[in-house]
Nanobody, 121 residues
Framework: QVQLVESGGGLAQPGGSLRLSCAAS????????MTWARQAPGKGLEWISA????????YYADSVKGRFTITRDNAKNTVYLQMDSLKPEDTARYFC??????????????WGQGTQVTVSA
């Protein structure tokens, strides 16, 4: 079955960096776009980034554009989210998701359990 396991979360200071990883299994990873989303305490799910199956296109929410970078390594079945210039408002639980096709955006069919990111001095 499809499994998505996020890691790399933790505590970071404002202006700091973290790199999240999402290890995928149970499907042909290189055939599907992948997404990162987050949910802050008391708020709804916010889509933040997606990448095509071959890594040729990446998309970002305005809230993270220029600070976050999504990449993938199809040989390792892993998608990454490099988060730089972190702000307290980036505090949230971060989830990766599998999209329904190679270039689908906002069409998710499986989610991981998430990893917590806290940005605080």
């Amino acid at each position: 079955q499809v499994q998505l396991v996020e890691s790399g979360g933790g505590l970071a200071q404002p202006g700091g960096s973290l790199r999240l990883s999402c290890a995928a299994s149970g499907f042909i990873f290189e055939a599907y776009a992948m997404t990162w989303a987050r949910q802050a305490p008391g708020k709804g799910l916010e889509w933040i980034s997606a990448i095509y199956n071959d890594g040729s296109q990446a998309y970002y929410a305005d809230s993270v554009k220029g600070r976050f970078t999504i990449t993938r390594d199809n040989a390792k079945n892993t998608v990454y989210l490099q988060m730089d210039s972190l702000k307290p408002e980036d505090t949230a639980r971060y989830f990766c998701a599998k999209d329904r096709c190679s270039s689908c955006i906002h069409e998710y069919d499986h989610w991981g359990q998430g990893t917590q990111v806290t940005v605080s001095a």
